[in-house]
């Protein structure tokens, strides 16, 4: 059996190891040999992609990468128009170094934050069977029992990343408070050690939601401000 990983490096070697979802891992492969025209001539990361960060006072959690992507550069909401919001809203707000994540050499840091996700490896159609996302599940509890002494708040983006966040937070021991999904929505969890710790809500930087103002800047940079007001007071 193997050891649980005791670091955040540990981890993430075994998620970039990791080979339980034939299907993910065909289908990464499979668009990383095909490419997409732009990126013809780059070498794509095709496989899981480990969480980024490694000082995780606030800890984002997304859906999955996505396929040229994530699943391009190897790093976490790097390389598509998704990113470009994320990580621009995380600059404005004090919490990234650069306004931009296009690929892993970049030379991007970030303060007090993680980013991981509920399915590390980009699934077909950007949609993760149930099977699946049970299966991945076991990556955030172990992230999560790493990174519980110091995590002050979690952001997680669109409705799926709050199932799952709070579903590792339960099968983990923590109590957690019952608050449906929505952007900025707010909950209380606790860690079994007692120790309080804030969930904040937001809606996913997809094209779908800010193409359409569903998610706007100011939005995004509400819930991200208010984390690192939270996580860093």
Same mark, same amino acid.
């Given at each position: 059996?193997?050891?649980?990983?005791?670091?955040?490096?540990?981890?993430?070697?075994?998620?970039?190891?990791?080979?339980?979802?034939?299907?993910?891992?065909? %289908?990464?492969?499979?668009?990383? /040999?095909?490419?997409?025209?732009?990126? &013809?001539?780059?070498?794509?990361? $095709? =496989?899981?992609?480990?969480?980024?960060?490694?000082?995780?006072?606030?800890?984002?959690?997304?859906?999955?990468?996505?396929a040229h992507g994530a699943n391009r550069t190897g790093r976490m909401f790097t390389g598509d128009r998704s990113g470009d919001w994320l990580f621009a809203s995380l600059h404005r707000v004090g919490l990234a170094g650069q306004a931009e994540?296009?690929?892993?050499?970049?030379?991007?840091?970030?303060?007090?934050?993680?980013?991981?996700?509920?399915?590390?490896?980009?699934?077909?159609?950007?949609?993760?069977?149930?099977?699946?996302?049970?299966?991945?599940?076991? %990556?955030?509890?172990?992230?999560? /029992?790493?990174?519980?002494?110091?995590? &002050?708040?979690?952001?997680?983006? $669109? =409705?799926?990343?709050?199932?799952?966040?709070?579903?590792?937070?339960?099968?983990?021991?923590?109590?957690?408070?019952?608050?449906a999904f929505g952007h900025g929505a707010t909950a209380r969890a606790t860690t079994p050690a007692g120790r309080d710790v804030t969930i904040l809500?937001?809606?996913?930087?997809?094209?779908?939601?800010?193409?359409?103002?569903?998610?706007?800047?100011?939005?995004?940079?509400?819930?991200?401000?208010?984390?690192?007001?939270?996580?860093?007071?």
């Amino acid at each position: 059996m193997q050891a649980e990983p005791r670091t955040l490096q540990q981890l993430d070697d075994d998620i970039v190891a990791c080979r339980r979802c034939p299907r993910l891992i065909e %289908w990464c492969e499979e668009v990383a /040999r095909e490419k997409r025209a732009a990126y &013809r001539d780059e070498e794509y990361w $095709g =496989g899981p992609v480990p969480g980024f960060g490694v000082d995780p006072r606030i800890w984002i959690v997304g859906l999955a990468p996505a396929a040229h992507g994530a699943n391009r550069t190897g790093r976490m909401f790097t390389g598509d128009r998704s990113g470009d919001w994320l990580f621009a809203s995380l600059h404005r707000v004090g919490l990234a170094g650069q306004a931009e994540s296009m690929q892993r050499e970049d030379g991007q840091t970030l303060h007090a934050v993680r980013i991981t996700a509920a399915v590390h490896c980009a699934p077909p159609a950007n949609k993760p069977t149930t099977e699946e996302r049970r299966e991945c599940g076991h %990556w955030l509890q172990d992230e999560l /029992r790493i990174i519980e002494p110091v995590v &002050r708040v979690i952001v997680p983006l $669109g =409705g799926i990343a709050w199932m799952a966040a709070a579903t590792a937070l339960r099968t983990s021991g923590w109590d957690v408070e019952r608050v449906a999904f929505g952007h900025g929505a707010t909950a209380r969890a606790t860690t079994p050690a007692g120790r309080d710790v804030t969930i904040l809500g937001s809606y996913h930087p997809s094209q779908q939601n800010t193409f359409t103002g569903r998610l706007t800047e100011t939005m995004l940079d509400d819930v991200l401000g208010r984390a690192r007001d939270l996580a860093l007071r």
